[in-house]
């Protein structure tokens, strides 16, 4: 799930056996996975901060704050990553437009306690929160602070939720989030026109990976094996 790491620039500084498993849906995947029990165990701790007045967000931070965690994850050359100081001459998650099918996939969950009105908004809020102990000063262009962090402030603040640091109910969070901002990067999500089901674009995942797409055959290897081009007679 992880670049090659010589193209990255850093700036200084259970169903009965008789009977077919149904297709799980996007929903049901996402209602039973380790990202919305976390996040819904973290909402209580989390409203009981200083900042639990801010709870509902506006729709660009959301946007900011998740483009952001995509950069983090798989960076390229899209302002998030240059925001971060960490860049890839290979396109990200970002230029993989994963950040629309992140939220929706999120949203369409519909597992958000009150006052939030989205998972995407909460995950917001918990990171929005964690960098405010990381680095409350922090300025940038985006409107959600922890999108003006520098990729080494990120790792702090993911360090700060996976150890414990910034509670219990963070832990599986930070690890579901980076997880599934992988996944989404990497796959043909982005640019996947719902309605045929046909790609608009290359995807970017396939870029990195070298994928050469579908195929129902390909070509032979025609050669010989250690330049034996005939058979000895003993």
Known sequence: ???HQNNITEKASEAPEDQPLAPLSRRQFLARSALVTAAVAAAAALLKSRKAHAAVL???MITDTLNAVLAFVVPGADPYSVQQQLTDDQPGGVEANAQLPLEFGLNTAGLAPPPFDSLSELISFALDNVTDFINPTVTGPFSARFANLTWNEKVAVFSAMESGLAGAELITLANAL??????VSYSEAGVLNPLTGELI????GWQISDYKGISVGRDDYQGYYRNQRFAYDY
């Open 201 to 204: 674009a290359e995807p970017v």
């Open 1 to 3: 799930m992880t670049k």
């Open 58 to 60: 506006p729709p660009a």
């Open 178 to 183: 980076l997880l599934y901002s992988g996944l």
